[in-house]
């Protein structure tokens, strides 16, 4: 959550600042700000509460240009100590207004550092955790010491996570920054430098591209990169390219990000499977780097989305390789006891890689010494370093809040694993593993045939939901999780109640919902137990809940019963759970868009949630 950026180098900073925040605004939205160092050796600070669009404004309407600016930073806020206002915007100012500081994460020992500066006679003007940073640096540069001296001495006093940038008025040209878990990449330009939270941030401006880790610090000018370890010790990487292209971050004619990803959802299947899938049926998955044939028990760790994907995975890793799988929420198997032995692999999912959730999930399994493959959409996060080996799906840079295509990409991608793992236990006949290669090649098509299909018959679903006050998502065995999907989806961007639930077990409570008001979403297909799926939707029908179907259109009498139908294509029992969830996102992006909502940006979100 918050995004910071930075830029060294004369050339363009205000550009490059605003444009890295336009592409980091998925990670907060509650205010943005920068700090720009001037010709005249003094800063330009300017903020904004609210979307990005505000601090544009004020930047627009800024009389004459910034003149030359040698380096600046910027953020935008997911605020976490402090309502939204433009007090607690970012950046924060040192006494004396000489340095400036933007920063993503938590200081959990900040009242302490806060009571000690006071103490010493410092003035706070925000309720932030970040502004004890500011007056840390700037005590230090009072007394002599050098932006990296003060900043190296600083991230020692620091409890927490955190990425932090600063740049100091009196060293021009010069941004420092250094993070403990939070995420910071240093993009490598000509006569300018760059740093962000994220690799997507800069694609616009470079493709070469330096990891930061956990506990260094670096500095960067127009012609230097030094990155220092905790001690501050030089430390030498080498860089690494990134094929993403500035276009993969652009709307290309969609209203939205979520539309635009939702319709990029074949070619991200096709992209997770490529080189994956051999016309015998035979899994490569050498790229992993893993050893499975020991496998003996699979944990699945997850949030969100993620986790629902991983419901999904133990349905297939079960049937398919026989081999025991508990898929966990990650903030709360991070806190059990977990029970496990050398013998489990710990499957983390991550899209962003960050989620501190997920990440201290993996750190509790390795108290049993498993072994931890990361299934993550980027390359370089912090999941891929401390994983033993890494699935990437590969769908390209998703922006939209609301997860769509790195779902079905990691659904595929844990099929492809269940399918080798079959393999490496002998559990199914290698017939059996080509035909399942066979169905998963067609899936691209059929979730392009299903976009096709819904496309026309949205509306009417859609206006199921004019007067909903909640709304209940029903499927079975593999269609459940779909539900839950579905559910999430329809809440995170629409802002109505929405309950997954598995179809049998509605009569167990949440049955009690069902009115006029309360649609019904109901998932059939093949392989989905259609038929006591029905009896529970007619069960809902009796007491008065108008039903969604979402079904191949040549089920009739799901159509005949329902109110509004969402067509799928009818599809193999490895392909259903990403043909129905489709219909699913494209109903929440429906309903959402109808109350006016703004769908990539849903209040209160952030795509990363790198806090606890
Ligand atoms: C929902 C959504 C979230 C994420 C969750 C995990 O649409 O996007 O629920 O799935 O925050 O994020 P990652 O996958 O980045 O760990």
Not at 96 to 119: S, T
Not at 282 to 289: A, H, N, P, R
Not at 362 to 388: H, P
Not at 469 to 487: D, M
Request: net charge negative; proline share 5%.
């Amino acid at each position: 959550m918050c995004g910071i950026v930075g830029y060294a180098g004369g050339k363009r900073s205000v550009e490059v600042l605003m444009e890295g925040l336009r592409r980091l605004e998925y990670r907060g939205y509650d205010s943005a700000g920068l700090a720009v160092q001037l010709e005249d050796g003094g800063f330009e600070v300017l903020r904004r509460v609210g979307p990005l669009r505000e601090l544009e404004r004020a930047v627009a309407e800024r009389d004459g240009g910034f003149g030359l600016v040698r380096a600046g930073i910027g953020h935008t806020r997911w605020a976490t100590h402090g309502r939204p206002s433009e007090r607690n915007a970012h950046p924060h100012l040192g006494n004396g207004g000489r340095v400036a500081v933007v920063h993503n994460g938590i200081i959990e020992n900040h009242q302490k550092l806060r009571g000690d500066l006071e103490r010493r006679g410092f003035e706070f003007r925000s309720e932030t955790d970040t502004e004890v940073v500011a007056h840390l640096l700037s005590e230090r540069l009072e007394a002599g010491m050098s932006l990296p001296e003060a900043f190296g001495e600083v991230m020692g006093l620091l409890e927490g996570t955190f990425a932090i940038a600063a740049i100091s008025a009196d060293e021009p040209g010069t941004v420092v920054a250094g993070r403990r878990q939070s995420p910071l990449v240093v993009g490598l330009g000509e006569g300018e430098n760059f740093l962000a939270s994220g690799v997507p941030a800069l694609l616009g401006f470079t493709h070469r591209f330096l990891v930061v880790e956990s506990g260094e610090m670096v500095v960067i000018s127009g012609s230097e990169v030094r990155l220092a370890g905790p001690g501050g010790e030089p430390v030498e990487r080498e860089p690494f390219e990134v094929e993403w292209d500035a276009e993969a971050v652009e709307l290309g004619g969609f209203s939205d990000y979520m539309s635009k990803e939702i319709h990029e959802q074949p070619r991200a299947v096709r992209a997770t499977l490529d080189g994956r899938l051999g016309e015998d049926g035979v899994v490569d998955l050498s790229e992993v780097g893993l050893d499975l044939s020991g496998v003996r028990r699979v944990v699945v760790v997850a949030c969100g989305t993620a986790y629902h994907a991983g419901l999904l995975g133990k349905y297939y890793i079960e049937r398919y390789a026989r081999v025991p799988v508990e898929v966990a929420v990650a903030s709360e198997y991070r806190y059990s006891d977990p029970i496990g032995d050398p013998g489990t692999l710990v499957v983390a999912i991550s899209q962003s890689g960050e989620t501190t959730d997920t990440l201290a999930a993996v750190e509790a399994a390795r108290s049993f010494g498993g072994r931890v493959l990361a299934v993550t959409n980027t390359r370089g996060s912090l999941i891929t370093r401390e994983a033993d080996g890494v699935l990437l799906t590969r769908t390209g840079p998703e922006i939209c809040v609301a997860a769509t295509k790195t779902f079905v990409a990691q659904v595929v991608a844990l099929e492809l694993l269940a399918m080798e793992l079959a393999r490496c236990r002998g559990t199914l006949p290698d017939e059996r593993l080509q035909e399942l290669a066979t169905e998963l090649r067609l899936a691209p098509e059929r979730i392009q045939n299903t976009l096709e299909l819904v496309s026309c018959s949205l509306e009417q679903a859609v206006s199921l939901f004019e007067e909903a006050r909640c709304c209940l998502f029903l499927g079975r065995g593999i269609a459940y999780p779909v539900a839950l999907e579905g559910a999430l989806k329809l809440k995170e961007i629409s802002y109505l109640p929405a309950e997954g639930y598995p179809a049998g077990e509605m009569k167990h409570g949440p049955i009690a919902l069902i009115d006029e008001t309360c649609p019904v979403v109901a998932l059939f297909g093949d392989g989905v137990h259609r038929e006591k799926t029905l009896s529970n939707v007619y069960e809902t029908m009796a007491r008065g809940a108008r039903v969604v179907a979402v079904a191949p259109p040549d089920d009739r009498e799901a159509a005949q019963m329902a109110s509004a139908v969402l067509p799928v294509a009818r599809a193999p029992e490895a392909v259903v759970p990403l043909v129905l969830t489709v219909p699913l996102q494209m109903l929440a992006h429906g309903v959402a868009r109808e109350r006016g909502l703004d769908v990539d940006k849903p209040r209160n979100l952030a795509k990363s949630v790198t806090v606890e």
